[in-house]
């Protein structure tokens, strides 16, 4: 990750990491810390760190010259004006010590990289971003994570998080379990693209439950590269999530308004992405957030009495107790079935026939679908299959007492899951699957709650 | 609709309607008016609307006895004393009439009845609702509604929405179009359920394009049984909407909130089921619902410059124009895949075998799937059918040009569509299928916004 020759040609003896003066060749300057890039193909710009805390890409043929300012030093750098943790009280605490992770006294972190947008980048030849970055080299960007940890970076894979599915929960279980079972770390944070994000943090909920410590997934919205990112302050909240959180557990650290003011930490079974673009697009779904970060702090929230949190037993703690209950594989014969209205119940055959084990239904409302369906699901759980029903609607849950449609469907063997949403409903019958062999326990299972998947512990009253 | 025998030998000459004092066992009174019971297999208990405009069911073993305070008449009638319209300036314009369907000088509204929670009755034997009750026993509940237009009612059938799809959604556009044609009504008001109200008003926005006057659908969270119900007030506001909107189109009126001040008129294609049993559980999505009922007025809101409305040209004419484009059929060959991790891309070809012309893809963020898709997605494209991309996000819109994989999948003839709800798309595809031959022309209209189903008309800035 350096910069290219022909770049650096004009760059002299500048390097990543410098405050540099650039003069373009309307004569304007434009001021900032020279960022790395990260692609060979990108031959035609740099791209500075402004001291708003935005980064701009700047076209070669636009600058005129380049002079350095200051070289890269975390000790004399200025802190970004404008950033979510720039208190000056805070600056003091800066190491004179570029290898950030030798930083001692500091709790200690394991930062597990997926691939995801904070590490990406725009190629400016094609128009399209592409995740490349290296956790490594976050540190070069930001500078103040140095503040809250200590941190070691691992790149696991480097994958869009929509080629994310069993075989990679499993893998980054695994690896999260390696990395606690070391006796090194206070808190581990997995950054993830955003959309499966939170299917991730559920299958972890799952396959590691009791955890000694917190593991935290962030990711960005936006990347590094355009203006209204939200890549660093998410990561900054993630860390002091990590570190300072009174809970051990999986959890999901995201804007939570379109300020860079709040940073949520969400419940994994209980988040979700319900934005395409915005960096407050997670949403905990039925209950509130757990905590927050504002400005440095972490704020936990009124847990309600219907969540149940594990005490981080190990903050602050020299010698970590590490008892880990962990089941990490997933078996991926389950049906997640929208319904919608002109469904052809045949469907319900064809994925009977290709082996599935497990439908999880998308009803309507309280949990509904046409009753054209009824007879080929009642086949299909004749056969052995087992069918949950969930809501599309997403908030509020099932409730198949309340109209006859729903009756019949329990009468068929057809298993409401409560306030379990349908993509959490769907991971953790994967997770059973792999994990269990009596489908008697599996289906048992699916209706207790085991990791907050299920709020809703009392009728409530409407 | 008439109280059973068994229950008659204790009212003597009470009937359905009248204001009545039931002395219980335990010498405590309660008065309110006797309502109508829907179901001959209740023979243990009766419902009375209290003055708060709660109905409570008592069973006939709890009551010693019962005395007429004043017989059914609308002139006599005292107004429900929590109601949202209880206005004492309205009070005067009741009509001394008991056809309420006969008041002149009114608009005149026609309501269809498809069959609505708003239409239930808790059955007390087995704890379940049932969808019974008439349109036209509305009346007796909701007297308020003569002040507001003179309506005929009609039962075209009696389903609950999860049974409701492209067959009834054909029967209630042609329905529509006969009573428009009349030339008698200056709105029309359709009873639903609301588990797929949404899909039926995107079917009825694409079947029914330049309404000549307001379609409004409407239905209720809560059995009217229930204290809590929002069947009277959402009614209400739907005669109102459909008498005073000065906007032509399908609309849903809804709760907005989960006080009873607010009903809110959402466009037919922008609006989802986002809880399972809340009262403002519809949210008209990436857009501020149209129009509000705060008292007995309608308030239009600001409507953004991207929302296509077209005026009520016939509002308060005698002579009504009435010009409607109608094309009422659906195909339903359109599947309607949700992408999750694990999903097996094996599906795609049992799709395309059983002969569906369409896959609408819910993918992930910003319109994502997993590349293990991609070979058969290609297949399915080149064997002539049609796939487009949606979000499961919910808010905001596919964007195939941000990351690799999205230009990917264009490559492939992936087609993106913008922010149109998957619901809506599914719909969409399902309406052009039935009624154009052309593939072309049908990805091409796929894409072009007909009805407000698309309102990213520009690109956003993040």
Chains 1, 2 share one sequence.
């Not at 935005?54 to 000790?75: A, H």
């Not at 979510?84 to 950030?100: A, E, F, G, I, T």
């Not at 190629?123 to 490349?132: E, H, K, M, P």
């Not at 504002?294 to 594990?310: C, T």
Request: hydrophobic letters at 40%; proline letters at 3%; aromatic letters at 8%.
């Amino acid at each position: 990750m350096s910069i290219n020759d022909d770049v650096q040609s004009i760059l002299n003896d500048i390097k990543v990491g410098d405050i540099v003066n650039i003069v373009l060749n309307n004569n304007s300057v434009i001021s900032g810390r020279l960022m790395p890039r990260y692609e060979s193909s990108e031959r035609d710009h740099i791209v500075i760190k402004l001291p708003n805390g935005y980064n701009v890409g700047i076209m070669l043929k636009k600058i005129k010259f380049i002079t350095k300012v200051s070289s890269f030093s975390i000790e004399t750098e200025e802190l970004p004006k404008k950033n979510l943790y720039n208190s000056s009280s805070l600056k003091s605490q800066y190491k004179n010590d570029k290898d950030l992770s030798q930083i001692s006294n500091l709790p200690k972190i394991a930062l597990i990289s997926t691939g995801w947008t904070i590490a990406s980048k725009i190629d400016y030849r094609t128009g399209g971003v592409t995740s490349v970055l290296s956790a490594k080299d976050l540190y070069t960007s930001i500078p103040e994570l140095s503040l809250y940890a200590s941190i070691d970076t691992e790149i696991l894979f480097n994958e869009y998080s929509e080629n994310i599915g069993p075989m990679q929960w499993h893998l980054i279980a695994n690896k999260i379990i390696e990395k606690i079972n070391s006796g090194n770390y206070d808190g581990i944070i997995i950054s993830h693209g955003t959309d499966t994000m939170s299917y991730t943090a559920a299958a972890l909920s799952f396959a590691l439950q009791d955890l000694p410590i917190p593991v935290i997934i962030v990711g960005a919205q936006r990347s590094s590269d355009r203006p209204s990112s939200d890549a660093s302050s998410n990561l900054i909240a993630s860390v002091i999530f990590a570190t300072q959180l009174d809970y051990s557990g999986v959890f999901v650290a995201m804007h939570g308004s379109i300020s860079d003011k709040e940073i949520y930490c969400h419940i994994g079974t209980r988040v979700r992405k319900n934005h395409t673009s915005k960096r407050d697009a997670f949403k905990s779904i039925d209950i509130p957030p757990i905590a927050v970060v504002q400005d440095d702090r972490v704020e936990i929230q009124k847990i309600p009495s219907n969540i149940i949190l594990h005490k981080n037993k190990n903050r602050n703690k020299k010698n970590k107790e590490f008892n880990i209950i962990s089941k990490t594989k997933f078996d991926d014969r389950v049906f997640l079935l929208k319904y919608y209205p002109g469904f052809n119940p045949i469907l319900i055959e064809n994925v009977q026939k290709l082996g599935y084990k497990v439908i999880i239904i998308e009803g309507t409302g309280l949990g509904h679908i046409n009753r054209n369906c009824f007879s080929y699901l009642k086949e299909a759980i004749a056969s052995g299959m087992l069918v949950f029903m969930t809501s599309q609607c997403i908030w509020g849950r099932t409730n198949l007492n309340v109209y006859d449609t729903g009756r019949d469907l329990q009468k068929i063997g057809i298993i409401p899951l409560s306030n379990m949403l349908s993509e959490t409903a769907m991971v953790k019958a994967m997770w059973l699957l792999a994990n269990y062999n009596d489908l008697d326990y599996i289906r048992n299972k699916m209706q207790e709650n085991i990791s907050n998947e299920i709020t809703f512990i009392t009728p409530i009253v409407e």
